[in-house]
């Protein structure tokens, strides 16, 4: 499991991708950010928009607003990996969010 990955995770289904730094991950936890369906239309840099152009794993939009950390034993299956870009895209939103600049 490392950055960029993306996990369905049970019971419900909701798609995660992994945004936590791969130290934190060693440890056991695992910060993550919610993929949603489509992206919200009045939420400015916080929601990136997936792209099957840029070879993404899911379709959606991952909201850096809605983030939330998990056993690594729980995180669920493996839906696929988010492309570099959309990570850097990704990393922007989070950076916004979290007002690191």
């Known amino acids: ?3 960029g990955d993306v ?3 049970p019971p ?3 798609l995660y991708v ?3 730094a791969d130290a934190l991950i060693r440890t056991g936890t695992v910060v993550v950010a919610e993929v949603v369906e489509s992206a919200p239309e009045r939420r400015g840099m916080i929601a990136v928009p997936l792209s099957d152009a840029r070879g993404d794993a899911v379709p959606g939009a991952v909201r850096a607003d809605l983030l939330g950390y998990v056993n690594v034993d729980r ?3 493996f839906a696929g990996r988010l492309d570099d870009t959309t990570m850097e ?3 922007m939103a989070l950076r916004a969010v979290l007002d690191l600049d």
């Open 75 to 77: 995180m669920g299956e």
């Open 12 to 14: 419900r289904g909701r």
């Open 18 to 20: 992994v945004v936590s």
């Open 7 to 9: 996990y369905q995770r």
């Open 89 to 91: 895209l990704v990393d």
């Open 1 to 3: 499991m490392k950055r």
